[in-house]
């Protein structure tokens, strides 16, 4: 048998790795000559933690996280990662604000407690701007942090914390349970990213981009709505969720308003919201205005070529 490099691919257990369940159950790694490990999480302190000792080689990670530790803004005691670069965007984040039983409104959350994985990385600033939308200072409400998706999700369902963000399936999930979608997060948004570092990626440029080509084969073939049943199957398969969430969950994260990326590009525009937010509830108060700076697009390309 043919042996592959390795690639060790640290991710977020969840539906939003679907597209490397496509990737891996077609053989398109294989066939771009690569082999993908996949490394579980359990949220973005320990997974930048890894990430930086080079523990793995590819972070699926929000690209706020990238953002937040070349900036020296992150929660790991690691220091600035100016090493860190995003080169291929996968999604919206398919976000929502889910709350837990009893929360009907945004506003029930005053004097309560949100759930977040890191406060000053991830989505917790969407949190914020959603709820500062309601008319909800931070000041208003306490904030916990909690864990990855899983983490604040079963949180969640047994009242440990009055709302968090979920991505996609975990709010249609949330909703089966007898919970309630607060508030979609509708803005231009560039969630999670694969990302990896420079002095790794100069070595190792051949590995990206092979695994940015089945990637975005993966993409193509989710988007395609002949595929729609055995999409389905296969990340039944990845996930262990029902046939029921899988199918509901293709509706929700490969439909025409947004999700899932077509093409693996990252989202300009979703890019420059993610430092609006940073610039406004980041720990420093740093206006950032490039995206560039945290961003390479020659593997993507390559990709395209």
Not at 130 to 153: C, I, N, T
Not at 200 to 214: D, L
Request: with cysteine.
């Amino acid at each position: 048998m043919r042996s592959f490099p390795r690639l060790r691919v640290n991710v977020f257990p969840g539906g939003f790795n679907w597209p490397i369940y496509v990737a891996q159950e077609n053989g398109y790694f294989a066939r771009e000559g690569v082999a993908v490990e996949l490394q579980a999480t359990t949220g973005s302190v320990a997974q930048m933690t890894d990430f930086a000792a080079e523990r793995c080689d590819i972070a699926m990670t929000a690209f706020d996280n990238i953002v937040a530790y070349v900036e020296g803004e992150g929660e790991a005691p690691i220091g600035a990662q100016p090493e860190f670069f995003a080169f291929l965007g996968s999604d919206d984040s398919f976000l929502s604000l889910v709350g837990a039983q009893g929360i009907s409104r945004v506003t029930d959350l005053r004097g309560r407690s949100v759930s977040v994985d890191a406060a000053t990385t991830g989505y917790a600033f969407v949190l914020f701007d959603l709820l500062a939308r309601a008319g909800l200072p931070q000041s208003d409400y306490a904030v916990a942090k909690v864990g990855g998706m899983k983490q604040r999700f079963e949180d969640l369902c047994r009242g440990g914390h009055s709302a968090t963000m979920l991505s996609s399936p975990y709010d249609i999930l949330a909703q089966q349970k007898g919970l309630r979608v607060l508030a979609p997060f509708g803005d231009a948004y560039q969630g999670n990213v694969a990302a990896a570092r420079r002095s790794w990626a100069e070595a190792h440029g051949e590995e990206i981009a092979a695994y940015a080509r089945a990637y975005v084969a993966a993409l193509n073939w989710l988007h395609d709505p002949a595929n729609r049943a055995e999409a389905a199957v296969i990340l039944e398969r990845g996930t262990g969720m029902s046939p029921e969430l899988a199918s509901a969950s293709y509706t929700r994260m490969l439909g025409q308003g947004g999700g899932f990326s077509q093409t693996g590009n990252i989202d300009e525009e979703g890019a420059r919201n993610v430092l609006c937010l940073r610039s406004r509830y980041g720990p420093t108060g740093r206006l950032l205005k490039d995206p560039g700076k945290y961003i390479d697009t020659q593997f993507w390309q390559q990709a395209h070529g």
